[in-house]
């Protein structure tokens, strides 16, 4: 009687799940640190603008400044990362997701623990800072998750971003050191130039045009084209300014209204090299016009708090 041999071949089984969390830099990245500044320089000059000291402030300050960054904003990445993992596999392969260094849903997970997080901060800043920070969450997932899914509507995508990045920060910032609603030149202010933002949340969209295009997304640059679509930022980021400096001046801010003046002299004459080649000129404009246009939000900080 033959008897058989046992195989030494293995049959191979399923691969194993991943067990182990993303790696703490790949959380970071996920969170796009670089993308925090605006909101955390909105939030600034929302506490610039309000006119109030900082004495015994400096810790709800500090915890606005933390709110607005790294955990609001910080959330809005990672919700849009989740969500936009199939377009970023198009546009930006190397993200956290697409690459597999976040495997699984952890990019659900992450985007849920930090929206509790950003919450429960905000509750501890007292009643106004929570409320804003429920909307600036709402938004956040609002914006990248279905079935509202702003950023999928090229005209409504960006205002949600500049009225929620721009406008709430500042409105957040302001409400941390008075304790109460800001007064209504504040928010006039605030809300013009949240509209203006509309225009660089447009020009941030020049970066994903052939992702957007494969996936539906009816961003303007897709929809209008990219020229088209570059001179409708720059038209909207000048006249939000225009109208914040005419209101400057009506109210007797006069050295404010001249330093916005200013700035948005030099974002016009930077204007010219952008429209010759938007797709390659608009990372150099947000570097250059979009810094110029937050300086100019400043000095209107600076004048509506009596500082200049």
């Known amino acids: 009687m033959e008897h058989s041999v046992p195989s030494t071949h293995k049959v191979p089984g399923p691969a194993p799940l991943a067990t182990r969390g993303p790696k703490p830099a790949d959380v970071l990245e996920l969170l796009k640190p670089i993308t925090w500044f605006p909101p955390m320089w909105a939030f600034m000059c929302g506490a610039v603008s309000s006119g109030a000291g900082l004495e015994g402030r400096w810790w709800f300050v500090a915890g606005g400044v933390l709110l607005a960054g790294p955990l609001v904003c910080g959330t809005s990445q990672a919700v849009n990362d989740w969500f936009d993992r199939h377009v970023d596999a198009i546009n930006e392969p ?14 659900l997970y992450i985007a849920i623990i930090a929206s509790l997080v950003s919450a429960s901060v905000g509750w501890l800043l007292g009643p106004i800072v929570f409320v ?18 702003f950023k999928a509507n090229g005209w409504l995508g960006p205002l949600v971003c500049g009225l929620t990045y721009e406008g709430l920060s500042w409105f957040t910032g302001a409400t941390v050191m008075l304790g109460a609603m800001p007064s209504a030149h504040v928010i006039a202010v605030l809300v013009l130039y949240s509209l203006g933002a509309h225009g660089i949340m447009v020009l941030n969209d020049f970066k994903a045009v052939e992702g957007d295009r494969q996936t539906g997304l009816t961003s303007l640059p897709v929809v209008l084209g990219v020229s088209s679509a570059a001179r409708l930022a720059c038209v909207t980021m000048a006249a939000a300014q225009v109208v914040v400096i005419a209101l400057l001046l009506v109210w007797g801010y006069v050295l404010s209204a001249a330093i916005v003046a200013g700035v948005l002299a030099a974002q016009i004459a930077a204007m010219p090299k952008l429209l010759r080649d938007p797709a390659k000129y608009a990372p150099w404009y947000n570097g250059v016009g979009v810094t110029l246009y937050v300086l100019g939000m400043l000095a209107a900080a600076l004048g509506l708090g009596g500082h200049i």
């Open 94 to 107: 190397h993200r956290p997701i697409p690459s597999g260094r976040i495997p699984g849903r952890w990019g």
């Open 132 to 149: 804003a920070s429920l909307v600036g969450l709402a938004f956040a997932w609002a914006y990248s998750a279905p079935p509202l899914r």
